[in-house]
């Protein structure tokens, strides 16, 4: 099947089922996500980024399961029509330090797997800040998670 005769639905199942599997920190569904050269890019100021290769990029998230205590909620879901991307709100809970942080991912897809992920921080991430979120914006108001399910 080719990425023309997925539907939106199909890539927003398959995103949830993703943030499902970094949850349950499971390697295996991790894996079942990704083409096997995937490539997650993020803000700098992370080390070892961008994480390359669906092993790394599982790997990883299962580290930030046991050791940060990290939970994921997807706030928003926008899926193109007509191109195998799509875009996400998320909000990253580091429950073992008690802070949090929100920002936004852009989607490629392949076929039936994640291609690439490029992650946006709302804010820089600031040590003293214990939810690192955009200022002024309402997220209660807007329906957004204000703590970890």
């Known amino acids: 099947m080719t990425n023309q005769t997925r539907t939106p639905d199909f890539y927003d199942a398959l995103i949830r089922r993703y943030f499902?599997?970094?949850?349950?920190?499971?390697?295996?569904?991790?894996?079942?996500c990704f083409t096997p050269d995937a490539v997650h890019y993020f803000p700098s100021g992370l080390p070892e980024v961008p994480w390359?290769?669906?092993?790394?990029?599982?790997?990883?998230?299962?580290?930030?399961?046991e050791t940060l205590g990290s939970q994921w909620t997807i706030e928003r879901i926008l899926v193109s029509h007509d191109k195998p991307e799509a875009m996400i709100e998320w909000t990253h809970w580091k429950n073992k330090s008690g802070t949090a942080l929100r920002g936004a991912e852009w989607y490629i897809f392949e076929g039936d797997k994640i291609q690439e992920i490029r992650a946006y921080y709302a804010s820089p991430a600031d040590k003293a800040t214990p939810i690192n979120e955009l200022v002024g914006f309402d997220y209660a108001a807007r329906g957004y998670h204000l703590k970890s399910d």
């Open 20 to 32: 499902d599997a970094c949850n349950a920190a499971d390697y295996d569904a991790l894996m079942a």
């Open 52 to 65: 390359q290769g669906a092993e790394a990029i599982s790997r990883k998230w299962i580290w930030c399961v």
